[in-house]
T-cell receptor, first 115, second 113 residues
């Protein structure tokens, strides 16, 4: 069965510093990988996605993620965080073989931004 | 497009009452998903539809939960009777196809007292 692990439950980062959120997946087929962000009281917003091709993908809000098949990882990065990046971030996996386009989500990483 | 629209945003009800949550997906999206989010269990897929047909309801916790999609523009999730442990945020999401990811609604925060 597919699974997604986000090892860090909380991360605190200073405004202007870089951010990296870890995501590891377990999946038998070629994965489709996603990162979502959830601001307090809001739904989840898609930041970026990877299906194939260039393993470094660019997303919205200045985020990028790198797919490393050998490490089964899809880590999210941002060079310089803004106070508005404080939110919860979810990694998710699906595949063409996944019945009905189902996404499996990780447990999330809550990011706090210090001024 | 207005995105995925859920109503109500907040619902407070007494234990034993029937609760109905509503969702309008994005026009043209063939897939619709209902998720529940709690602190303890995170995001759980309850049920999903493809072209208005329920495909997988294995995540529906009990017979007290039911979902319908009478047409391509409307879905409901009903809990009858409701219990305090049903308190959570319920999200609806829609997707046009396998590789597109989901668009989520803003959610309904349900509190059962």
């Amino acid at each position: 069965a597919q699974s997604v692990t986000q090892p860090d439950i909380h991360i605190t980062v200073s405004e202007g510093a870089s951010l990296e959120l870890r995501c590891n997946y377990s999946y038998g087929a070629t994965p489709y990988l996603f990162w979502y962000v959830q601001s307090p009281g809001q739904g989840l917003q898609l930041l970026l996605k990877y299906f194939s091709g260039d393993t470094l993908v660019q997303g919205i809000k200045g985020f990028e993620a790198e797919f490393k098949r050998s490490q089964s990882s899809f880590n999210l990065r941002k060079p310089s965080v803004h106070w508005s990046d404080a939110a919860e971030y979810f990694c998710a996996v699906s595949s063409l073989a996944a019945a009905g386009n189902k996404l499996t989500f990780g447990g999330g990483t809550r990011v706090l931004v210090k001024p | 497009d207005a995105g995925v629209i859920q109503s109500p945003r907040h619902e407070v009800t007494e234990m034993g009452q029937e609760v109905t949550l509503r969702c309008k997906p994005i026009s043209g999206h063939d897939y619709l998903f209902w998720y529940r989010q709690t602190m303890m269990r995170g995001l759980e897929l309850l049920i999903y539809f493809n072209n208005n047909v329920p495909i997988d309801d294995s995540g529906m916790p009990e017979d007290r939960f039911s979902a319908k999609m009478p047409n391509a523009s409307f879905s409901t999730l009903k809990i009858q009777p409701s219990e305090p442990r049903d308190s959570a945020v319920y999200f609806c999401a829609s997707s046009p196809r396998t590789d597109a990811g989901y668009t989520f609604g803003s959610g309904t925060r349900l509190t059962v007292v």
